[in-house]
């Protein structure tokens, strides 16, 4: 039997300045109570899947709607989990619309695919001018600690900001040359990018420190020979990074995170408080 979820998200910001959210949701996906760590303009949403993964013919979709004003962090307590499929595509979708003065931080955890697993993700963000977001993904493939590695199966993965920056790529086990080629994953069965995108081309001073800030963090950390960061488009900076387990990976991400918060957003860095649990 398979499993649809649906959660639907709608942030905006009050007479007092207050970013409230409502929430609809159908099937195994929710969120837990809003959470204000930083005062009450940023409303930090934690989302809960209690079947804790994803089988062959599951399927979750999220739509995040952001109002004038609204600023959402939304991460996830745990990893997400794609597993053994008999023969099913296991698929979750997320599209996210901000309008024009809205901040959105999508921060959730690993996503770990198990050997044999068949998922798709797909995340799409549409954002207006003068909306601004910065997200990341990480994608952990097999369980080499526990001797599991990712033999069998295929994972997709598709991240676009309409019109602008699209990045569709599939990750077969049986791909030998993309998962150990120089020019593939080099044997890393880790990956991660973060990305900041603004609703319209920055300014070339922004941009560029936002580039250098990643690039500096980056220069000094064990992961250096493994990660780079590029302006693919006028409002979008990137960095990518490669690693043999999640914890490294995640950390320089975490890093460039709040670097690029204080620096893009005058904002302190706020780790939500379920990273530290």
């Known amino acids: 039997m398979s499993?649809?979820?649906?959660?639907?998200?709608?942030?905006?910001?009050?007479?007092?300045?207050?970013?409230?959210?409502?929430?609809?949701h159908d099937g195994p996906l929710r969120v837990l109570q809003r959470l204000y760590p930083e005062g009450?303009?940023?409303?930090?949403?934690?989302?809960?899947?209690?079947?804790?993964?994803?089988?062959?013919?599951?399927?979750?979709?999220?739509?995040?709607?952001?109002?004038?004003?609204?600023?959402?962090?939304?991460?996830?307590?745990?990893?997400?989990?794609?597993?053994?499929?008999?023969?099913?595509t296991a698929c979750q979708s997320l599209v996210a619309r901000l309008e024009a003065g809205t901040r959105l931080e999508w921060l959730?955890?690993?996503?770990?695919?198990?050997?044999?697993?068949?998922?798709?993700?797909?995340?799409?963000?549409?954002?207006?001018?003068?909306?601004?977001?910065?997200?990341?993904?990480?994608?952990?493939?097999?369980?080499?600690?526990?001797?599991?590695?990712?033999?069998?199966g295929h994972y997709t993965q598709h991240l676009e900001l309409p019109g602008r920056w699209l990045e569709r790529g599939?990750?077969?086990?049986?791909?030998?040359?993309?998962?150990?080629?120089?020019?593939?994953?080099?044997g890393h069965s880790v990956m991660g990018s973060l990305w900041f995108a603004a609703g319209q081309a920055m300014l070339g001073a922004r941009r560029e420190a936002l580039l250098e800030s990643a690039r500096d963090i980056s220069s000094r950390?064990?992961?250096?020979?493994?990660?780079g960061s590029t302006a693919p488009e006028p409002g979008i900076v990137v960095l990518r990074v490669l690693g043999a387990r999640v914890e490294p990976v995640m950390g320089l991400l975490?890093?460039?995170w709040a670097a690029w918060r204080q620096l893009a957003w005058q904002l302190a860095p706020c780790a939500p408080r379920i990273w530290r649990t």
């Open 108 to 152: 959730p955890l690993e996503t770990l695919i198990y050997d044999g697993a068949l998922g798709e993700n797909q995340l799409r963000f549409d954002l207006a001018p003068g909306a601004e977001m910065m997200g990341w993904d990480l994608l952990a493939l097999g369980l080499p600690a526990a001797e599991r590695p990712f033999e069998r």
């Open 3 to 24: 499993w649809h979820g649906h959660l639907k998200l709608d942030y905006r910001r009050d007479d007092t300045g207050r970013c409230i959210a409502l929430d609809l």
């Open 170 to 186: 599939r990750i077969a086990a049986d791909d030998l040359a993309l998962l150990h080629s120089p020019l593939g994953l080099a």
């Open 40 to 88: 009450p303009g940023v409303c930090h949403h934690v989302l809960v899947h209690p079947p804790g993964g994803m089988v062959g013919g599951d399927r979750l979709d999220i739509a995040i709607n952001l109002a004038q004003g609204s600023h959402a962090l939304i991460t996830t307590p745990s990893a997400a989990r794609f597993y053994r499929s008999a023969g099913e």
């Open 254 to 256: 975490t890093e460039v």
């Open 221 to 227: 950390h064990a992961l250096a020979a493994t990660s």
